[in-house]
């Protein structure tokens, strides 16, 4: 591997490297001098030592779309908070779902993100991902009906438009944009293939 192609590998890594730092204050709620420094190395540990099959990104980056994801996750960070609250201070027990939510988009990345973006958010929790059919299990508070399960499963396909909107391959944004069917959906029919880990190693 040439030190111009290493250079290019590393350049398309350092949003998923600072994105790991972001991770770590996100997840100690401080953004700290401290919690950037501890979360450099822990970025740097994680990398080196826990490796894995390299997550290339595409490149792509709509600025527009990401600052409106990143106030649109503020704005339902206080809206999920609220509803957190008055669960709590409501008499009675509060009511709780497993809501399976299938994805679209076959792409590692966007499955974590989106994980990640509904975990955050007070009221929902991943607790299992099914990374072959590219469906997320989430533990969410306030179902009460078919239609909060509903309401559930679109805002998982709502967030994963978002991102892909975001930071998504042109290749993803075209399936968003034409409303292709979830990848279980499609698996199904036999339209698609799981990727095999000997394929992604390769």
């Known amino acids: 591997m040439s030190l111009r192609t290493k ?39 994680v990398t080196n030592v826990f490796r894995l099959p390299a997550a290339e990104l595409t490149g792509r980056v709509n600025v ?20 957190v609250a008055w669960q709590a201070i409501t008499p009675g ?8 939510a299938p994805l679209r ?3 590692d990345l966007i499955m974590t993100h989106v994980g990640v973006v509904l975990s955050l958010v007070p009221g929902s929790t991943v607790i299992e ?10 533990h969410s508070i306030g179902v009460r009906s078919a239609e909060d399960v509903v309401k559930v499963r679109e805002s998982a396909l709502k967030w994963e438009a978002r991102i892909v909107r975001a930071v998504g391959s042109r ?4 399936q968003i944009r034409d409303g292709v069917d979830t990848f279980a959906e499609r698996l199904d029919r036999g339209e698609v293939t799981v990727r095999r880990k000997e394929e992604e190693s390769a």
């Not at 991902?129 to 989430?138: E, M, N, Q």
């Open 7 to 45: 250079l290019r590998h590393l350049w398309r890594q350092l949003p998923f490297f600072l994105w790991l730092i972001v991770l770590w204050m996100l997840l100690w709620g401080q953004f700290t001098v401290l919690a950037a420094v501890t979360g450099l190395a822990v970025a740097i540990v």
């Open 93 to 100: 027990q509060p009511s709780a779902a497993i809501v399976r």
């Open 129 to 138: 991902a099914d990374r072959s059919h590219r469906v997320l299990f989430l």
């Open 64 to 83: 527009v779309w990401l600052v409106f994801d990143v106030l649109r996750f503020l704005a339902e960070l206080v809206s999920g908070a609220v509803q």
């Open 171 to 174: 290749a993803e944004l075209q």
């Open 105 to 107: 988009i076959d792409d």
